[in-house]
């Protein structure tokens, strides 16, 4: 009889030992899980962060472009007097005629 209760003994501590396994394995491959999708979330933050500044860069060395083309095209076809090329008041341009 002793022998009975002992393997029955055994074979509960055996089972509880098996179901905390499963749940220590089911939580570590939740929170691995976790932490890879944060980091997802992270990088695709970091490369959108990365575009939006060469987006800007590229905008804003294009606008410098574009801003030294345009007052050269006015300094060549408008005549500007002293008083507006001193003041940064650009809407006194006669066009030469």
Do not use: P
Not at 24 to 32: C, I, K, M, P
């Amino acid at each position: 009889m002793e022998k009975s209760v002992l393997a029955t003994v055994a074979g509960a501590v055996l089972a509880a030992l098996g179901y905390v396994a499963k749940q220590l394995a089911d939580f570590l491959t939740a929170y691995v899980a976790t932490k890879r999708a944060r980091q997802a979330k992270l990088l695709k933050l970091h490369s959108l962060l990365r575009a939006g500044r060469v987006i800007y860069e590229v905008q804003n060395d294009l606008t410098r472009t574009w801003r030294e083309r345009f007052v050269k095209i006015i300094r060549t076809n408008c005549h500007l007097s002293s008083k507006t090329q001193d003041s940064k008041n650009f809407f006194h341009i006669s066009i030469q005629k």
